[in-house]
């Protein structure tokens, strides 16, 4: 699966200046905040897409009956697996394996696609077909030829299982079947459209290979274009809100199109509309094998630009809901969300689960979230703590807590996030650490936060190594970004003197002292007291 990319600033648009090929007018015709909307409206800013563009999120999936349960109601797959059972003992085939001219109609009439009496239609046939096409694709028959040279079918080994509902056979059908719509839904979009005319030229000469060279190349793009939308949709579902996670299709086409960093422009409204275009059908033959809940492109608006008839709504008027949907809605299902997981896996990317770092005890919590890429903080500590009582959780969590290696200043900080999380009955446990070294300053901190009164207030070494503990924390945190990192550093309590201060802090028994030193000297906008930082930075590594 490809990995997501937004587009390159260097890549020009589709078209030159002023220039809209016909498919591109509709978007055009509407100011982009109407038909786009916010990005942040849809769970999605400026930093989680530059956060998202290298780490995949996790995401939660729901109990692996469900997902069977979904996979089995998937109208396609159960006239596969109906097909194959008709299959026994054995049913004639032809040449090609594919079902005999006798059973084609039988077969429409058998899955309901056909009424039980009167005519069966070419199209309830093909659909028969396309069932079970499938069906052979999945190895739920098999074919093969007896002694006296019939060609005939079997039901295959995973048959009998999938009936049963057993869950991996189940999955790995359905998965499979997945696979195979989106590698076609691709190669459909590559083929040229219905009524096009091809100019006939001779096979295996130079036009004929160019051609084939270019059907490929434009099956490559399409399956790439497919691959970053189910990759952006995914990444969607791990950051939306319950219920926020479809997608208006002029959106996810955005995402797809505007250059990183970069508002949606008018100039891009055609490059937009053309990426709408072409994910249409693909993400259309997807929604029917259950992967997506997709609401298509209302074909009456390109029949109504073409008529010359007016847009749904003026410029300068926002579209209201059902106008906005009528240039399509996209979600991934839960079947969907495990599809892309299983992908991205194949390729190697780490794609966790939310809760798959919170199945052992508050030291193991602690490391694994601190040590993580890509993980969500609170949700792998709300999942351990559900269940947990929470004084013994607390008190658990602030002895995982302490340490001085690496990421110890880190799991100090997720331990704060845990008893914000426990609130006011962590209050026994936290008041048991301040006089701890390393938690005491933490301690008071968190006390003062949720209101109590009769909080001591710390003594200056402790307030001090608290102070670049928590810093240090946020250099792990934050991956090194310099925007993250300058905020943290403007809000450092440095006096009128900052040599004073400095002289005081570089003389912190911490093991990060220096390199909180050496940041805020790097990062701190006043010029002297980044001076001062980077002096004391010097002293601080000089005594150690």
């Known amino acids: 699966m490809a990995g997501r990319r937004r587009k390159n600033p260097d890549n020009p648009s589709a078209t030159g200046p002023g220039e809209r090929p016909a498919e591109s007018l509709l978007p055009a015709d509407f100011a982009l905040e109407d038909l786009y909307g916010a990005f942040a409206a849809h769970g999605a800013d400026d930093e989680d897409l530059d956060d998202a563009a290298v780490l995949v999120p996790p995401v939660r999936l729901p109990p ?75 190895d739920l028959v098999e074919i093969g030829t007896t002694a006296a040279g019939e060609h005939v079918a079997i039901p295959g080994p995973d048959l009998e299982p999938a009936e049963q509902g057993d869950a991996e056979t189940v999955l790995e059908l359905w998965l499979t079947a997945a696979g195979i719509v989106r590698e076609l839904a691709a190669e459909a979009d590559s083929l040229p459209a219905e009524g096009e005319e091809e100019e006939e030229v001779e096979e295996g ?21 497919l691959d970053e939308a189910l990759q952006v949709l995914y990444e969607t579902t791990a950051f939306a809100e319950p219920g926020g996670e479809t997608v208006p299709l ?35 033959d997807l929604a029917e094998l259950g992967l997506l809940a997709y609401r298509p492109i209302d074909p009456e608006l390109f029949d109504e630009e073409e008529d010359g008839q007016a847009p749904p709504a003026p410029v300068d008027e926002p579209l209201d809901e059902e ?4 240039f399509g809605l996209v979600r991934l299902t839960p079947l969907g969300v495990y599809a892309v997981r299983q992908w991205l896996l194949e390729d190697g990317y780490d ?17 694994a979230v601190a040590e993580a890429g890509n993980v969500l903080p609170e949700e792998e500590i709300r999942e351990w703590l559900e269940g947990r009582e929470p004084l013994d959780a607390a008190r658990d969590l602030l002895v995982a807590a302490r340490g001085t290696d690496t990421y110890a200043p880190l799991r ?6 845990a008893l914000d999380q426990l609130g ?47 810093f240090a924390a946020h250099l792990l945190d934050s991956g090194g970004d310099a925007g993250t990192l300058r905020e943290l550093v403007t809000g450092l309590p440095v006096t009128d003197n900052p040599a004073s201060y400095f002289g005081e802090l570089w003389r912190v028994d911490h093991p990060n002292t220096a390199d909180v030193l050496d940041a805020v000297g790097e990062l701190h906008l006043d010029r002297q007291v980044a001076k001062e930082a980077r002096k004391a930075a010097f002293k601080a590594r000089s005594k150690s």
């Open 412 to 417: 100090r900080l997720l331990c704060r996030l």
């Open 250 to 284: 002029g959106v996810l086409a955005a995402l797809l199109v505007v250059p990183e960093g970069e508002e949606p422009s008018e100039e891009l409204l055609g490059d937009i509309t053309d990426v709408m275009v072409a994910l249409d059908p693909m993400l259309g």
């Open 424 to 470: 006011a009955p962590a209050e026994p446990a936290v008041r048991e650490v301040l006089d701890d070294p390393e938690l005491g300053g933490a301690a008071r901190a968190w006390l003062a936060a949720v209101g109590v009164e009769d909080v001591p207030a710390p003594e200056r070494p402790m307030a001090l190594w608290t102070v670049v503990d928590t």
């Open 351 to 367: 794609a966790p689960l939310v809760g798959e770092l919170a199945q052992g005890d508050a030291a193991e919590l602690l490391n």
């Open 64 to 138: 692996e009956e469900e997902l069977v349960a979904e996979a089995l109601a998937v109208p396609m797959l159960g006239f596969a697996v109906k097909l194959s059972r008709w299959t026994a003992p054995h049913r004639a085939v032809d040449e090609f394996g594919d079902l005999t001219e006798a059973d084609r109609e039988p077969a429409a009439r058998l899955l309901g696609l056909a009424p039980a009496e009167g005519e069966v239609t070419e199209e309830q046939v093909v659909e028969a077909m396309r069932a079970w096409s499938l069906a052979c694709d999945l």
């Open 205 to 225: 000469s130079e036009e004929d290979e160019a051609r084939l060279a270019e059907v490929e190349e434009s099956r490559d793009a399409a399956a790439e274009l």
């Open 323 to 326: 106008e906005s949907a009528r």
